[in-house]
């Protein structure tokens, strides 16, 4: 079961998990990050910029993106490379050589997967990976259907998604329709999973995924196949948890060197 901790807004989860990342840099500063992108994590980049700032050094740090779409130029605004350099690299001082996103690029697309398992392989795999979930129980781009055993791929995305995501482009048209996306295979293998959801839309997909069956129809109970899960959320995303009262009792009453 993975641990749950139920925060009261976004902000405090930002500095929970950053807190939690700059302990583990104490012990390892050439910690191997995993980076989702989307809203989700942006509270947890702007608490480690913070720490950036007053002195935090992450120069150490690799950083390896879940996804990228399929097609976009990289220059492009909205590729999550551009929002991996705007949103992480720059404010938390990352050295860009260390930081790694797949390659959307259609002309070399048939590697691209191949090529970024590899990558995470010479980094020596990640050591805590940020993950966000979608409406649909989507964890990076993982649809529903996507095996638990698969690796770093080309997917469609589903509509609801692509909806979802509108609000980055123009018009929904503009949303690519093509993803390279770390597998659930491959993110079953970072050594720490932290999930964070906000929000009453995240609400059910959160629910299923933390205790509903698991099922490769629900990408996000993966999760519950892996040793070592924490799942940080704010009321109206557990709100569908049947477990809340166990999860916040558990926490008055978690022995404190546990950490997360
Ligand atoms: C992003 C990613 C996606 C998002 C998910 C939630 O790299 O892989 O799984 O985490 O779509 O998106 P937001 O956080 O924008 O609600």
Do not use: C
Request: no cysteine; charged share 20%.
């Amino acid at each position: 079961m993975a641990e749950v901790v139920v925060v009261d807004d976004a902000e405090a989860a930002g500095s929970l998990v950053a807190r939690h990342i700059a302990a583990r840099l104490e012990q390892q500063p050439a910690l191997v990050l995993g980076v989702a992108t989307g809203s989700t994590p942006l509270p947890v980049y702007a608490a480690l910029a913070d720490l950036a700032n007053q002195g935090l050094d992450l120069s150490s740090v690799t950083a390896l993106a879940l996804d990228e779409y399929v097609g976009l130029p990289q220059a492009h605004p909205q590729s999550y490379r551009s929002v991996v350099t705007r949103e992480v690299v720059e404010p938390l001082g990352l050295d860009p050589a260390k930081v790694h996103v797949p390659d959307g690029d259609p002309a070399q697309i048939e590697t691209a997967g191949e090529r970024f398992e590899q990558r995470i392989v010479d980094s020596g795999g990640v050591d805590v990976q940020i993950l966000g979930i979608g409406t649909g129980g989507h964890i990076a781009f993982n649809e529903p259907g996507s095996s638990f055993g698969s690796l770093t791929r080309v997917k469609t995305l589903t509509e609801q998604t692509r909806r979802d995501n509108a609000r980055f482009f123009d018009s929904v048209d503009d949303v690519p329709i093509h993803s390279v996306t770390q597998g659930l295979g491959t993110i079953l293998r970072a050594r720490h999973l932290i999930l964070l959801a906000f929000g009453e839309s995240k609400a059910a997909a959160l629910a299923a995924s933390v205790e509903g069956p698991v099922t490769a129809s629900m990408p996000g109970s993966a999760i519950q196949l892996h040793h070592h899960v924490t799942v940080v959320v704010d009321h109206a995303a557990a709100s569908e948890l049947r477990e809340r009262d166990y999860y916040a009792w558990a926490q008055l009453n978690k022995p404190a060197w546990q950490g997360i």
